[in-house]
């Protein structure tokens, strides 16, 4: 098994076996769901409105995720076995990037039928939504698993990975809200400019999965 | 003893000839405004054991941490199995084990998953059979799907040295490996961490005349991480060595 595998199957083991992050962000993004429910008085939305909110709660769900991405090498040691095999710092790039993928795909997959009954009137853009949604995790981990490798090892580690993330994460989310705004526009999806920003989206995606192959191995050095 | 440090030139000439598994000069570590290491030197022959002596706060562990790859040093130059530290460590990777005070077991996998995990990321060559013999050999096959959480803490030490030895490794970094180990266990680990296990090793104890017994070489750090003392352990007597375990750190 290569180490890209075994780390990424050793987390999503652990995961399966505590639920440490993926109930956490579900419970937080339909808390979200009700307080905009309710917060916004709107039984339907639409367009713009219709996609901040679902990618608003998306991201910060992925904060709680991002926070707790590095927990267990730092608390347990982790860090140290992986950084003294001869393992390239790339491969647990790749697997804890993979990782928060498949965390942001599951999470999704409950968010999105919740976020159809709660909110939409038309669920036909729910499906381009999808896809929207999985280029955006991609920019999103890429980013995340830089930040949280940053922030890991410093004590205000709660504060300082949403304050880097956030302003990382702002191209992600207008070109995902561009694209979302047309496909959960009233009266339909609309598709005209969903490819303009999808290229955004896998340009912004393709650069930072390129930095962070770059720097990965001195953000694991001491 | 003398109080300064004792290098041989003689003896370091004839060492250098035969490529020293470790090399280190003039080692300094600092963290911040506190010096952990201050001028450390050090040669150690491949197949030797070096007993690291000194109190708390001596900078031992800061030592083998620079050794292991995982800590850079401030000042000074460092080699390991051939390869100059921190430039090289990527060929020094994988031919290091290190039993420390952590164990570095994931809580959450159980001691057999740990140890298929680290044995993934060495490319160690028929797992299971080498994990089989070496839980085994240490008494801990019927621990094997057992969460590493609910181990003990001799039973997680007898865990952390399969995972040091798994690949096994050329140097061996022994940070008090007994520390949590009955002599029953202590005895079923000497063959995999011991001297029978015919590697390097860098042994740090506080069992001094244990450590010095041991070995053949010893490094005797004082409080302020300064060397006291370099050489064979032959010529280092356990008084001398707790002499050096006075002040304050």
């Known amino acids: ?55 608003a709660t998306v991201l910060f769900a992925a904060l709680l995720a991002i926070n707790r991405l590095f927990v267990a090498e730092r608390d347990e040691g982790g860090f140290d076995a992986i950084r003294m095999a001869p ?39 729910l499906a381009p939504l999808a896809g929207v949604l999985v280029a955006a995790d991609v920019g999103l981990a890429a980013t995340g698993v830089l930040v949280s490798a940053i922030g890991v090892n410093s004590r205000a580690r709660d504060l300082l990975v949403p304050l880097l993330l956030l302003p990382l994460a702002v191209p992600v989310m207008i070109a995902a809200a561009g694209a979302g705004e047309s496909l959960l526009a009233a009266g339909g999806p609309s598709y005209d400019d969903v490819g303009k920003w999808l290229a955004i989206l896998a340009l912004y995606d393709l650069v930072f999965v390129a930095i962070g192959y770059a720097v990965y191995d001195f953000l694991l050095e001491d | 003893m003398a109080d300064a440090v004792i290098v041989q030139p003689r003896e370091r000439a004839e060492a250098t000839a035969s490529a020293p598994a470790i090399r280190a000069s003039g080692l300094v570590r600092e963290y911040g405004d506190l010096v952990a290491l201050d001028g450390v030197s050090l040669e150690l022959a491949a197949g030797e054991t070096l007993a690291v002596l000194g109190p708390n706060g001596a900078g031992k ?15 000074g130059a460092v080699s390991v199995l051939g390869c100059e530290l921190p430039r090289q460590a990527w060929r020094a990777r994988g031919r290091i084990g290190l039993v420390g005070h952590d164990p570095l077991l994931y809580r959450d996998l159980t001691v057999a998953e740990n140890l298929r995990f680290c044995a993934a990321l060495h490319r160690v060559e028929e797992p299971e059979t080498r994990i089989e013999r070496l839980l085994a050999s240490v008494g801990l096959e019927r621990r094997a799907g057992e969460l ?3 181990l003990s803490a001799g039973m997680a030490q007898r865990a952390a040295v399969c995972r040091a030895v798994l690949h096994e490794p050329e140097l061996l970094l022994l940070d008090e490996p007994r520390s949590h180990l009955d002599p029953e266990a202590a005895a079923l680990a000497e063959p995999l961490i011991g001297r029978e296990a015919g590697v390097t090793r860098v042994l740090i104890s506080h069992d001094v005349p244990a450590a010095l017994e041991e070995s053949d070489r010893a490094l005797l750090l004082d409080v302020r991480g300064r060397l006291r003392y370099e050489g064979p352990s032959r010529d280092l007597s356990p008084g001398d060595a707790r002499a050096a375990y006075g002040g304050r750190p």
């Open chain 1, 1 to 55: 098994m290569s180490p890209f595998r075994a780390i990424l199957a050793k987390d999503l083991r652990v995961e399966l076996r505590t639920l440490q992050s993926l109930p956490g962000m579900a419970l937080f993004a339909m808390t979200t769901f009700v307080l905009f429910r309710f917060g916004l008085d709107r039984t339907s939305l639409s367009g713009s409105l219709a996609a901040g909110v679902i990618l």
């Open chain 2, 61 to 75: 562990t800061t030592l083998v941490r620079i050794l292991a790859t995982l800590l850079r040093p401030t000042a």
């Open chain 2, 148 to 150: 590493a959480r609910n």
């Open chain 1, 87 to 125: 393992v390239d710092g790339t491969a647990l790039f790749a697997a804890k990037a993979a990782a928060l993928v498949i965390y942001l795909v599951a999470l999704e997959l409950v968010l999105l039928p919740a976020f159809g009954f709660l909110f939409l009137d038309d669920w036909a853009g």
